[in-house]
Structure formats: C-alpha cells, structure tokens
C-alpha cells in the first residue's frame, strides 16, 4: 500500500524520570528493526549538558551503528533554535539533526522561517507543520502562520524530506484534517 511510519516519537520529554538512557536506546532498536528511520525526543527545560550525555550517549552511539536519526523537535527549550544547535555540537554526530516543530518556533520563540533555516539549515531532517490563531490549533492556512514564508523557506534549504501534518484543536476527523493539509499544500 506504499504506507511508512516516517518517525518514532517519544511520549515524554527527555529531562523526565520515565525517559532512561535504556529507554532511549530501546526506542533506537525499535526503530531499526521496524525500519523507521528516525526517532524524536524533546527537551522541554534546560538541562545540564552531563545529565543529556547520561541519558544520551548510548543511544547516539547505537544510532550511529544503525543508521537512525535521533532528531531534536524544536517545542518547549528547544524552540529557540541555538539551544538545539548547541546539543547538537556537544555531541559533535552525524546522527543528531532536527524536528522542526514549526508550531514551536514560530508561535513559542517567535523564530520566522528565514531565521530558523539559517539557525539550523542542513540540520533540518523531518518537519511538524501546524498552524495557529488565538493561542488555538487550527487547520494549516486557516491561522496566523505566514505558510508561504515557510514552504519558501524549505525550498530555499532544497529540503525534500517528510512534512508531517501536525493535529489541532478545531477538527478532530481525520480525514476532514489530512484532506485539507493535502489540498492546501498542493494549491
């Protein structure tokens, strides 16, 4: 059927209790063996850089045996965008990239577009595209998010990789949801 999960999310942020180094190696194996490609984390707060390196290290390691990306979404610390290229130097792997979170750095940080392809550019690998008005989710176009700026911004990056349709408040159907995501995009 041509169908792909293109990432493994996990649930909770990194700097929790429930997120161990163990789980995030587990997530790793899954992914390799589903034949996922990716896996992304977030931060949500400011951590030192030994407590990531704790939790970290061995699942970098393993991605990087493997071929997964572990890709750093750009929601909570992590909108603005020199904290995500800050971890990425710290670890210094080829493994390590980014989730744009559009969402996060446009209505969280306050990032445009431009700004957050020259902040992270090649490092973008995956992207979470959603829009807002009012502090509320709505369906792409219908908010305040300028999405030209952004599909421009992209293409200025030749960015070819996975736009994933981020979910809202004002449509909870499915198909109503992915329909419009698709048709917009394509207009």
Not at 18 to 47: C, F, Q
Not at 56 to 85: H, P, R
Request: contains cysteine; charged residues 25%.
């Amino acid at each position: 059927r041509g169908l792909s999960v293109s990432a493994l999310t996990i649930p909770q942020p990194v700097e929790s209790e429930e997120v161990t180094s163990d789980m995030l190696v587990r997530y790793v194996e899954l992914a390799r063996g589903a034949g996922i490609e990716r896996v992304i984390l977030r931060i949500e707060e400011k951590v030192s850089n030994e407590t990531l390196e704790k939790k970290m290290a061995a699942a970098i390691a393993k991605a990087e045996k493997t071929d997964i990306q572990i890709l750093l979404e750009t929601v909570g610390y992590l909108a603005e965008t020199e904290n995500v290229t800050d971890i990425i130097n710290f670890f210094s792997s080829a493994v390590l990239g980014a989730a744009w979170n559009i969402r996060g750095t446009f209505f969280g940080a306050g990032e445009s577009a431009e700004t957050t392809i020259k902040k992270l550019g090649a490092y973008i690998k995956y992207v979470r595209l959603g829009d807002m008005k009012d502090d509320h989710t709505v369906l792409i176009g219908e908010g305040d998010l300028p999405v030209d700026k952004v599909i421009n911004a992209l293409t200025s990056l030749n960015y070819d990789g996975y736009i994933c349709c981020a979910w809202n408040d004002e449509v909870n159907d499915p198909d109503i949801v992915l329909t419009h995501f698709a048709n917009y995009i394509a207009s």
